[in-house]
């Protein structure tokens, strides 16, 4: 399975395709639709998402609701696009040639060779995890053939945090969901909400962290045999990939680092069926580059938006004069929409581990070679 997307953030459309999925998986257009629903919601969004109501069109690969083992073609409407057509004519609009500190700009106009950054930042906007979100939707469709889910919430925006890392992350993702930033924790909640509007006061940004929890995950997907096929590398490069995303951790990684062995490691026990389980997770679910059965724990460290409605030292390239950036239209805070994209991230990567291990060219198929693997195990 793979995936591609393609589009600018004030282009026409997005478009996403999906190849490999299996035949025969029902398509529901509406979960999509909720998910991206989902990304566009949250304290801290700009004045985009009063414009965007984003909905998924399928142009190619379903028939009658059902995937048919050919690639699958979304497309999602820029309605803000039509605002633009100027820019996208060329017409008369002044290059913007003063590239603003963390961002893509710099880079990807000597990369390109690029007069202008505006080319830049329409491709390198987080605009396109709208793509990403719908394309994860479907992968969570898949998963849930085979019970898995996948869960987040907001844990930290700045230096507010929340602990719940204890609770089962079916009670962590239902409170996440009635919250306007995603934490769990209502008393944490209105002290990010102040943070986030004291930032917006200042003409300033706030990033955090989020967490992404997958249940139901089986014994033995990624491998160890080769450093491609490990399923931590696997997660923590698409996680990461996620604009403005700079760290992954899986389970409490960073707090492991600074124990002993002993307290870290997640004992072997056996229940009253003679099955074997554990006694917690600190593995955060995958040992030796593989699922061990146990929920998987994704965190990312987001950091502050770098679009900031004040001013920050900047040089004119067109110039080589020193210059202050100018402000772009952006979020204060994105990391509960951060979150969804998270979701979707982590929710393809086990799908496409999933694909592999069980093969198959129909979901059918998939089923059946799930029964047989049970069976043998």
């Not at 950091?303 to 202050?324: F, H, Y």
Request: aromatic share 4%; hydrophobic share 40%.
């Amino acid at each position: 399975m793979n995936f591609f997307t393609g589009g600018e953030s004030h282009g026409p459309c997005l478009t996403a395709i999906i190849g490999g999925l299996p035949s025969g998986l029902s398509i529901d257009l509406a979960a999509i639709d909720h998910d991206l629903a989902r990304r566009q919601s949250g304290h801290g969004r700009g004045g985009r998402m009063a414009i965007e109501t984003d909905r998924a069109e399928i142009l190619a690969g379903v028939i009658g609701g059902r995937t048919i083992g050919a690639p699958v073609v979304l497309r999602i409407a820029n309605r803000d696009g039509s605002n633009w057509k100027a820019w996208w004519a060329a017409s008369g609009v002044d290059p913007l040639t003063v590239p603003r500190p963390g961002h893509a700009d710099y880079a990807g106009m000597i990369k390109y060779a690029l007069e202008d950054a505006r080319p830049v930042l329409e491709r390198a906007s987080a605009r396109e995890t709208a793509a990403r979100t719908a394309v994860g939707a479907i992968a969570k469709a898949l998963l849930a053939r085979f019970g898995v889910r996948v869960f987040s919430y907001v844990e930290a925006i700045a230096d507010v945090e929340t602990a719940n890392a204890d609770e089962p992350p079916e009670a962590l993702f239902a409170r996440a969901e009635d919250s306007a930033v995603r934490c769990p924790n209502g008393d944490v909640e209105r002290r990010m909400v102040e943070a986030i509007d004291a930032a917006r006061a200042a003409g300033d940004s706030l990033g955090g962290r989020f967490v992404v929890i997958a249940t139901g995950v089986p014994v033995g997907l990624g491998s160890y045999v080769e450093w491609s096929a490990r399923l931590d590398g696997r997660l923590a490069r698409a996680v990461m990939s996620i604009p403005a995303v700079k760290g992954v951790e899986i389970g409490p990684a960073f707090e492991n680092a600074t124990r002993r062995g002993t307290t870290v490691h997640d004992p072997l026990l056996v229940d009253s069926n003679g099955t074997p389980t554990r006694g917690s997770n600190r593995a955060g679910g995958i040992e030796g580059g593989m699922s061990n059965g146990e929920p998987i724990v994704v965190r990312a460290a987001m950091k502050p938006i770098p679009t900031t409605i004040s001013p920050q030292r900047s040089v004119d390239l067109c110039s080589g004069e020193r210059a202050e950036t100018e402000y772009q239209r952006s979020d204060v805070c994105a990391v509960p929409a951060a979150s969804i994209v998270g979701e979707a991230m982590v929710a393809w990567t086990l799908a496409v581990s999933l694909r592999e291990k069980l093969g198959g060219d129909s979901l059918e198929e998939m089923v059946s070679h799930r029964r047989a693997w049970d069976l043998d195990g």
